[in-house]
């Protein structure tokens, strides 16, 4: 059993900046995909980012390109996700997902997904 715990959430005004860190109960996080997704009020979840350890390969939701960074912090055994230039649009709880076999091409494939957090909130106001 993986447990996957999220931090890093809080309260932002429009164009600020969140941290967000997945900490996972692996060893290494080698050949693990790590994906975040979130899921605002009243909306169904959504994919936000997905690495692959395996390559180091990234895939972004439109939505985030350009905004987010996702990247694997060994040091930490973490996967954080950078966001940047926040909107009222990306308040939401955002969750990170991981799986041994999945190979992310996609980042709306949370079914692919076997082990979840419990969510980080991200609120940001305008």
């Known amino acids: 059993q993986v447990q996957l715990v999220e931090s890093g959430g809080g309260s932002e005004q429009l164009g600020g900046s969140l941290r967000l860190s997945c900490a996972a109960s692996l060893a290494t996080l080698d050949f693990w995909t790590i994906g975040w997704f979130r899921q605002a009020p009243g909306k169904e979840r959504e994919g936000v980012s997905c690495i692959n350890t395996y390559d180091g390969s990234t895939v972004y939701a439109d939505s985030v390109k350009g905004r987010f960074t996702i990247a694997r912090d060994d040091a930490r055994n973490t996967v954080t996700l950078q966001m940047n230039s926040l909107k009222p649009e990306d308040t939401a709880v955002y969750y990170c997902?991981?799986?041994?076999?999945?190979?992310?091409?996609?980042?709306?494939?949370?079914?692919?997904?076997?082990?979840w957090g419990q969510g980080t909130q991200v609120t940001v106001s305008s």
């Open positions: 997902a991981t799986d041994r076999y999945y190979y992310c091409e996609t980042v709306d494939r949370a079914d692919e997904y076997d082990y």
